[in-house]
T-cell receptor, first 118, second 111 residues
Framework: GAGVSQSPSNKVTEKGKDVELRCDPI?????LYWYRQSLGQGLEFLIY????????KSGLPSDRFSAERTGGSVSTLTIQRTQQEDSAVYLC????????????????FGPGTRLTVL | LAKTTQPISMDSYEGQEVNITCSHN???????ITWYQQFPSQGPRFIIQ???TKVTNEVASLFIPADRKSSTLSLPRVSLSDTAVYYC????????????FGTGTRLTVIP
């Protein structure tokens, strides 16, 4: 596809269940980002991938959160034993890695996955 | 501790120029300043990026003083469709760890 896609678009789950959120970045984009946005709030950075590596996982809220990326493409964000406070929109973005300001290194965001934990 | 600070909201009439300022007192040498626009139920969209002085593109201008502790996004002649939340982002171009979006400024354009 032409843009970043995420699935599912909506996910309703019960407290304590595990969920997997998927992100398909733009083809050729080496950098991939996950953010979380609670209702009416700003974006909270979770994790960043360069290729398949995540140099810094300190943004993940707890050890119930994990993420992986395979083949330098698709990424999965997994939340184990979901809690009600995990309810939010989870946004994925991808970008080229270009060392020139304003030249192609902007992040392109997907539509997000709205997670509701009952 | 938030890395950037922006006004929570602003109102403007159609056709006016709007200036939104972001404070980033702890900006690092390697950090660039990027602004994004977000409409309801959509992901943010890139507007403009800069390091110092002034940057202009077809939709906005970005003014950055010499000390780089703040930046101002300028939107010329806003229309109703510019009603959105605007985020100031400070971080390196590469190895993009610890990307901090600001609280965002909710701009409402009034007819």
């Amino acid at each position: 596809g032409a843009g970043v896609s995420q699935s599912p678009s909506n996910k309703v789950t019960e407290k304590g269940k595990d969920v997997e959120l998927r992100c398909d970045p733009i083809s050729g984009h080496t950098a991939l980002y996950w953010y979380r946005q609670s209702l009416g709030q700003g974006l909270e950075f979770l994790i960043y991938f360069q290729g398949n590596s995540a140099p810094d996982k300190s943004g993940l809220p707890s050890d119930r959160f994990s993420a992986e990326r395979t083949g330098g493409s698709v990424s999965t964000l997994t939340i184990q034993r979901t809690q009600q406070e995990d309810s939010a929109v989870y946004l994925c973005a991808s970008s080229l890695v270009v060392r020139l300001a304003g030249v192609g290194n902007e992040q392109f965001f997907g539509p997000g996955t709205r997670l509701t934990v009952l | 501790l938030a890395k950037t600070t922006q006004p929570i909201s602003m109102d403007s009439y159609e056709g006016q120029e709007v200036n939104i300022t972001c404070s980033h007192n702890n900006i690092a040498t390697n950090d660039y300043i990027t602004w994004y626009q977000q409409f309801p139920s959509q992901g943010p969209r890139f507007i403009i990026q800069g390091y110092k002085t002034k940057v202009t593109n077809e939709v906005a201008s970005l003014f950055i003083p010499a000390d780089r502790k703040s930046s101002t996004l300028s939107l010329p002649r806003v229309s109703l469709s510019d009603t959105a939340v605007y985020y100031c982002l400070v971080g390196p171009l590469t190895g993009a760890n610890n990307l901090f979006f600001g609280t965002g400024t909710r701009l409402t354009v009034i007819p």
